[in-house]
């Protein structure tokens, strides 16, 4: 087998295979971003939560209007931002804090969901009515992940200062008259939107993990934000064609594939990664003489 | 493995794994079948019937079945089967003579369900319970064994022969037996006998309809073959989103192909999709078809790559309802039959 049969023949000869690769460069150039956004913000865990509050909402769309692609990827969206508008609006009204009022509404959101599926009677496995898998990426489905992709990219493009400085220095940005919750409403609705596209693609809970997996990689080789957002898409994008490729060469499920090897990106980003990865650490380069303790910062 | 958030949220559990064995018993006393050693023999040229029949004539049997309160009225029997193929199959064995339900209603998908207390309740007011055994309907052993019910259980494919298959590596039987009318007679002849057991005031009603019925399928088998016969032999290959069709093929000689495994719940890989891609290409195949309950995107997919046209719905595990093309066991058997024979003819 060459190189070339190895690498590239599959997406030559199959176009559901280039599909494929097509709906992970869309995601991956979205989901970078985003996730290395939620990162800083110390809210890794937030997407999955979000990822919860979405499927009862593409659920009760599907019983609604059927196999619909913009109703299911709609009622996604509706449900993830009530729950993250709630959730951000109960944290300001009340004692709550922001992640304790969203785990409390994504797992109200999640038990409605599931109430009525089960009420309708519909025995059909959901899963796999709403969700296909990255295998089965149609026309539509692609240009949906596309727009979202660009939608994403764009409106970050707008609101990337406040984003940023909401981030790193919220006190700063309200002291000087910016309007911090706004921004901060904003990112949300962009988190949900790429969830959505992932679950479209992907086809499965584990699309958050394209979303947080190169993200959390990235801080390990890059310390500026743009260069984050670049290795973080680039990290997705390759776990992408990696996992298409070991799904078809050694016949493995595809999204798990995909997921399974943006993991690995991870554990060899701890442990060899350039800023501050386990290697550079604990054996740094003779010439630096510094401590692990300055090192990594 | 997909997170499946449905199921785990769900009344009852893990998915069926092991194969029960065939098996007529009281559902609190699962050791009880082995006792079974009287046996009818009713050999139907597939494999002999077992001695599990026999166990219903046995007269411990015969004396809880006399104590059954509702068994003492004139009423109609109330059966629940698991899915409405089997439903059907006892229906138009019983005639006016009992109700019947099913589980899993039209539509649904059978080797995934999860059953409601309510469900658990429906099988507590019935009299005789008819699964299909082969690994498909396990969750209503377990349902009526949470309930600890004493009805007693008629698993319907008692006498078949089961199909091997392959899935995830292990070998395991082939569920969807009634997709062989010859199999369907077998099925019906076991529900006879569980329903002339259960109510024997209408045992001659119920032997005419099976006899009614058998003589209906062997026409239609024999329909079958002519069709198929004429069909060249290069030509007899199905390709279907669920691969439910394994004893029609090897009733009728017909390849059957499917981009996923036997089971709906298994993730495909792409080297998988890529195989049935080049076998459509290779082989000229020129049809496929999506059935009843299956994820269509997938197919959709393969269809679009290779050229292939749509060959419409095959009713597999589950009919359509009254107003549709298949809402009985007959009725499907024939839309099915016709719809592959038409695919292989025009392609």
């Known amino acids: 087998m060459t190189l070339y049969h190895l690498l590239f023949e599959p997406f030559v000869a199959y176009g559901f295979l280039r599909r494929a690769l097509l709906a992970c460069l869309a995601l991956s150039l979205g989901c970078g971003p985003i996730g290395v956004l939620l990162v800083l913000r110390r809210m890794s865990l937030m997407g999955d939560a979000m990822s919860h509050a979405i499927l009862p909402g593409a659920a009760i769309a599907f019983l609604i209007a059927g196999l619909s692609l913009p109703a299911m990827s709609l009622g996604g969206l509706i449900a993830g931002l009530l729950v993250a508008m709630l959730a951000g609006a109960v944290s300001r009204a009340t004692p709550l804090k922001e992640d304790a009022s969203m785990a409390g509404f994504y797992l109200t959101s999640l038990a409605l969901g599931v109430l009525i599926v089960s009420a309708r009677g519909s025995n059909v496995d959901l899963l796999h009515v709403l969700f296909g898998s990255i295998l089965s990426v149609d026309t539509p489905a692609l240009l949906l992940v596309a727009a979202i992709s660009a939608i994403t990219l764009a409106t970050l493009a707008v609101i990337y200062r406040p984003l940023i400085v909401e981030c790193f220095d919220p006190g700063f940005l309200r002291a000087v008259g910016g309007h911090g919750p706004l921004f901060h409403g904003i990112f ?10 992932g679950f479209q693609s992907l086809g499965s809970l584990m699309a958050v993990g394209l979303m947080m997996l190169p993200a959390t990689a990235a801080r390990l080789w890059a310390r500026d934000v743009l260069s984050l957002f670049w290795v973080a898409s680039l990290i997705a994008f390759l776990s992408g064609y990696i996992g298409l490729l070991a799904s078809y060469h050694l016949n493995l499920a595809s999204g798990p594939a995909i997921i399974f090897t943006a993991g690995l990106a991870y554990v060899g980003s701890i442990v060899f990664g350039r800023n501050g990865g386990l290697v550079r650490t604990y054996f740094p380069p003779p010439h630096y003489h510094t401590t692990p303790a300055e090192h990594g910062r | ?85 089997l439903a059907d199959m006892v229906r138009q064995v019983a005639g006016p003579h009992a109700e019947v339900i099913a589980l899993v209603g039209p539509g649904g998908d059978t080797h995934t369900f999860d059953p409601s207390p309510a469900d658990a309740g429906k099988l507590g007011g019935a009299d005789l319970i008819v699964v299909n055994g082969l690994g498909l309907d396990g969750w209503m052993e377990r349902l ?51 329903l002339k057991t259960a109510d024997p005031a209408h045992a001659t009603t119920f032997t005419d309809n099976t006899d009614r019925l058998t003589a209906a399928l062997e026409a239609l088998d024999q329909n079958a073959r002519q069709q198929i016969a004429g069909v060249p032999a290069s030509r007899r290959r199905i390709i279907t989103s669920h691969d439910a069709f394994g004893y029609f093929g090897r009733a009728y000689g017909v390849s059957m192909l499917a981009p996923e495994g036997i089971s709906t719940d298994q993730e495909p890989s792409a080297g998988a999709v890529a195989r049935i891609i080049d076998q459509i290409r290779s082989q000229a195949i020129g049809t496929v078809f999506i059935e009843n309950m299956a994820n269509p995107r997938l197919i959709e997919t393969i269809r679009t790559d290779t050229g292939a046209t749509d060959g419409g719905t095959l009713y597999s595990d589950s009919l359509s309802p009254p107003d549709g093309p298949a809402p009985t066991y007959l009725a499907m058997l024939r839309y099915n039959i016709s719809k592959l024979v038409a695919a292989m003819k025009g392609s």
């Open chain 2, 144 to 194: 009526a064994k949470a309930a600890d019910l004493k009805v007693p259980i008629l698993t319907a494919s008692v006498d078949v022969a089961p199909r091997q298959m392959t899935e995830a590596g292990q070998t395991v039987p082939d569920p969807h037996a009634w997709q062989d009318p010859r199999i369907g007679g077998m099925y019906l002849r076991a529900i006879a006998l569980a």
């Open chain 2, 1 to 85: 493995m997909r997170f499946d958030w449905v199921r785990i949220v769900g009344w009852i559990g893990a998915p069926q794994t092991t194969v029960p064995r065939p098996r007529l018993r009281f559902a609190r006393n699962p050791t009880w079948s082995g006792a079974s050693a009287v046996g009818l023999r009713a050999n139907d040229g597939h494999g002999l019937s077992r001695t599990v029949w026999g166990a219903l004539t046995q007269p411990t049997v015969l004396a809880l079945l006399l104590i059954h309160p509702t068994l003492a009225l004139a009423a109609p029997l109330k059966v629940v089967a698991s899915f409405t193929i």
């Open chain 1, 188 to 197: 949300l609705g962009l988190v949900v939107l790429n969830l959505v596209a």
